[in-house]
């Protein structure tokens, strides 16, 4: 067998150069079969002999014999054959020797052609198929991104490449739910894991889960480890008592043996020295040239600056060499500063006189003022203040731009004229569509808001302190303010029905009956038979008073109206539905500038020269006091929902109250150069507008939110100017158009103007 083995070898060594050789010629087949042969027998004869124990040398292998063969069975008597037969024996060893290199190479079996550039032969294996030849550790992942994050594909339909460049695509997963389900059918769900690579999950191996057993349990997590093992004995034994040191300490002293071979060197290398054979290091003398270093060229320090040191004082008069006569000492004072402790002096020194700059001696306390200046900032504690920089436009709010905010007036439309008489009052219809405006010379003007055309002209006696529109639409009139009475003025032109309720409001068949407690105020009616838009249809004669009621103003409803006159007890409340006038403050702290009804609650406003009350109508109670901080109130407003009023003043100021809030003004507006007349909130719009002496109009947009922790949004939109200061004198009232954002506004100089957008 061992002979047959070593056979097999020296044919696969000889396999190689066989198949790189070009074929051997025919005509030298004779003379190498002869050559083997009879190495085969130099080969049986050393078997022969090798029986009597003797070893011999390996034979060198002969490249070029390819015949030796397996048949170590037949007989040797085969030997004289023909060519023919060996040549089958040939062959046949050849095709042995090929299935046995088959069985030993993993690789598959390689064909020899001829190649079509060279003209030589070549080996061709086949192509290799990953998926079934290769052993390659990775060929359970197709997907061969590598190590990279996995959440570049977040956003991809894809999750890789496989080894041929094709995405791999993401496998479908369902929601939480399936995930759940699934967990419930398959009660081995639990040992998979979710692959980062494939975006799925893989079962874990039976030594994967034993791996996360044994973590959980805390054990080792390596399953062929034995706690229990048995112990090594180390230091017992013979030879084994100083294999592994018992302690890391140094030899001691007592052990060193000094070296002779050392010593011999130490005293030869003295007597070199002696003898001057070996200098020592010679010492670095000092260079004659001058060595300059770079102190500037220091890398700046990472740390913040140390703060600067404080500037000393500056000298003054006293310091000179020539001081004025009045800061030399006296006598007296030069005895009591010498008297005086050093820590207690005023200064250090007093003042001297000379007549020349080059008299004037050393300081004496120059080395100890250096000094204690130099203790001062090497001991007294420096902060560095850091200076803010702040861009001032970045203290500026950021608001709106009015573009965004329209629509709101900005430019006038039309222009109705008073004959060069100052107008007071205006005032607008409910329905947006008239305005009634009066003047000091008792002209009252009913006008379009559309084509400022004039339908009617009343005329009285006095000048027309206030007039109001009733905010009823099913009804219309308005009330005039002249002297002591309140006209009421029926326009004409009314539809039937509006008309024929209007008289019944203000001149019914049956009158009711008069109150228990009668009131200085007189009521006249006119028939409704009688009655006609030239003249009023009812007057209210109210108390003497040196001026007519500067306001009229109405209740929501449209049933009560309220006028200020000047004088205490000026105020006066007129229910129109039962024909009765009441004054609700029998005394009032000041004089009364202003009066409003809330427009929601029975809350009663009242604006004296600097405060604002509050009161409860229904509880007859005081409710709060605003203190505006205005030296003179001169106007008033309340905003639509209630929650907000406005206060003008003829200091050039106006506050915005929040009554949520706080007594005291949410904002203060310092929009006008003089005295503000007029304030008054939209209806409808976030809009509310203020008029001045100064002859200007300032249009605001106020937008109130629902939420109570967002405040007010307050942009100034527009400055509207088309009025003339007279006398000192600008506009005097502004009013908007209920259903438009239109504005209505009358000056000093006779003029009524309609400001539209």
Same mark, same amino acid.
């Given at each position: ?15 190689a150069?066989e198949e ?5 010629q ?5 003379q ?5 042969m ?6 049986e004869?050393?078997?022969?002999e ?12 002969d ?5 030796e ?5 037949e ?26 290199d088959d ?10 052609v001829?190649s079509?550039?060279t ?18 550790s990775?060929?359970d992942?197709p ?35 399936d ?5 419930v059918?398959d ?10 690579n ?5 079962p ?50 007592r052990?060193?043996?000094?070296s002779?071979w ?24 000092a ?15 990472t ?10 004082r500056?000298?003054?008069h ?9 800061y ?13 402790d050093?820590?207690?002096?005023e ?8 007549g ?35 861009d001032?436009?970045?203290?500026i709010?950021?608001?709106?731009s ?25 005032s ?17 003007r009913l ?21 109001e529109?009733?905010?009823?639409t ?43 407690n ?8 006119v ?6 838009s030239?003249s ?5 004669n ?6 007519p ?8 409803k449209?049933?009560?109206v ?8 000026g ?6 539905s ?36 509050m009161?409860n ?14 030296r ?23 506050c ?15 929009y006008?150069?003089?005295a503000?007349? %007029? =304030?008054?909130?939209? !209806?409808t719009? $976030?809009?509310?507008? @203020?008029?001045?002496? #100064? +002859?200007?109009i300032? &249009?605001?947009?106020a937008?109130?939110?629902?939420d109570?922790?967002?405040?007010p949004?307050?942009?100034?939109l ?10 000192g004198?600008?506009?005097f %009232? =502004?009013?908007?158009? !209920?259903?438009? $954002?239109?504005?209505? @506004?009358?000056?000093? #100089? +006779?003029?009524?103007? &309609?400001?539209?957008?």
């Amino acid at each position: 067998m061992a002979a047959a083995e070593a056979k097999k070898l020296s044919k696969k060594r000889k396999a190689a150069p066989e198949e790189e050789a070009p074929a051997p010629q025919p005509s030298a087949f004779p003379q190498e079969v002869g050559l083997e042969m009879g190495s085969e027998d130099e080969g049986e004869e050393g078997g022969d002999e090798s029986d009597d124990g003797e070893v011999e040398d390996f034979p060198e292998i002969d490249a070029r014999s390819d015949t030796e063969d397996e048949d170590a069975d037949e007989d040797e008597d085969d030997e004289s054959e023909d060519e023919d037969e060996v040549d089958g024996e040939e062959d046949e060893s050849e095709d042995e020797s090929d299935a046995s290199d088959d069985s030993l190479r993993p690789w598959p079996k390689p064909k020899t052609v001829i190649s079509d550039i060279t003209g030589q032969p070549k080996r061709v294996y086949p192509e290799i198929e990953p998926d079934y030849d290769s052993d390659s550790s990775t060929e359970d992942t197709p997907n061969r991104v590598g190590n990279i994050p996995m959440h570049w594909y977040d956003d991809l339909p894809h999750v890789g490449y496989d080894i041929n460049g094709k995405k791999v695509l993401r496998p479908a997963r369902g929601d939480e739910l399936d995930k759940f389900l699934k967990t419930v059918e398959d009660p081995e769900s639990w040992t998979s894991a979710f692959d980062k690579n494939m975006q799925m999950d893989k079962p874990l191996t039976a030594e994967e889960l034993d791996i996360i057993r044994r973590l959980q349990e805390n054990e080792n997590p390596d399953a062929n480890y034995d706690p229990y093992e048995p112990t090594v004995e180390w230091f017992t034994g013979k030879g084994k008592e100083e294999v592994m040191p018992l302690s890391a300490a140094p030899e001691p002293k007592r052990r060193w043996v000094p070296s002779k071979w050392e010593k011999q060197k130490v005293i030869k290398i003295v007597r070199a020295i002696r003898q001057g054979r070996i200098l020592p290091n010679k010492p670095k003398t000092a260079s004659a040239q001058p060595q300059f270093y770079a102190i500037w060229n220091e890398e700046p320090a990472t740390g913040p600056a140390p703060p600067p040191a404080p500037k000393p004082r500056l000298p003054g008069h006293a310091e000179s060499y020539n001081p004025p006569e009045e800061y030399l000492p006296t006598p007296e004072e030069r005895a009591k500063w010498e008297a005086t402790d050093p820590e207690d002096r005023e200064r250090e020194f007093l003042p001297q006189k000379y007549g020349a700059l080059r008299l004037v001696p050393a300081y004496e306390n120059f080395i100890k003022e250096r000094f204690n200046r130099q203790l001062d900032l090497y001991l007294a504690p420096r902060v560095q203040r850091v200076k803010l920089q702040i861009d001032p436009e970045s203290l500026i709010p950021k608001l709106p731009s009015p573009s965004s905010l329209r629509p709101f007036p900005m430019y006038k439309s039309l222009q109705v004229p008073h004959d060069e008489v100052r107008v007071r009052a205006i005032s607008v219809s409910p329905d947006g569509a008239w305005v009634v405006s009066g003047d000091e010379s008792g002209v009252v003007r009913l006008w379009e808001v559309i084509v400022g055309k004039e339908v009617k002209r009343w005329k009285f006696k006095s000048k027309v302190g206030a007039v109001e529109w009733c905010p009823r639409t099913d009804v219309s009139f308005f009330v005039v303010a002249v002297e002591d009475h309140l006209h009421f003025i029926i326009p004409p032109n009314l539809p039937g029905p509006v008309l024929t309720a209007t008289q019944n409001v203000l001149a019914p068949a049956n009158l009711p009956p008069p109150p228990a407690n009668p009131s200085p105020v007189k009521w006249n009616s006119v028939p409704a038979a009688q009655s006609s838009s030239d003249s009023p249809i009812l007057t209210l004669n109210l108390p003497s008073s040196p001026e007519p009621p500067k306001q009229l103003v109405w209740h929501r409803k449209g049933d009560y109206v309220a006028s200020v006159s000047e004088g205490q007890g000026g105020v006066w409340i007129h229910q129109v539905s039962r024909r009765h006038s009441q004054a609700p403050f029998k005394k009032v702290k000041g004089a009364v500038q202003l009066v409003l009804f809330h427009p929601t609650k029975p809350h009663f406003f009242v604006a004296t020269q600097r405060y604002v009350r509050m009161y409860n109508l229904a509880e007859q109670t005081l409710l709060k006091t605003l203190t505006p901080g205005i030296r003179w109130i001169s106007s008033m407003d309340v905003h639509p929902s209630g929650d907000h009023l406005l206060v003008g003043g003829y200091d050039r100021k106006l506050c915005w109250f929040d009554l949520e809030l706080s007594d005291k003004p949410y904002k203060i507006l310092r929009y006008h150069s003089r005295a503000l007349r %007029s =304030v008054a909130f939209h !209806p409808t719009y $976030p809009l509310f507008a @203020s008029s001045s002496d #100064d +002859g200007s109009i300032q &249009v605001f947009h106020a937008r109130v939110y629902n939420d109570l922790m967002t405040n007010p949004l307050i942009v100034p939109l527009k400055i509207l100017r088309g009025h003339a200061v007279r006398d000192g004198l600008g506009v005097f %009232s =502004v009013r908007w158009v !209920p259903r438009q $954002p239109w504005l209505v @506004s009358a000056g000093a #100089d +006779g003029q009524v103007a &309609v400001w539209c957008s």
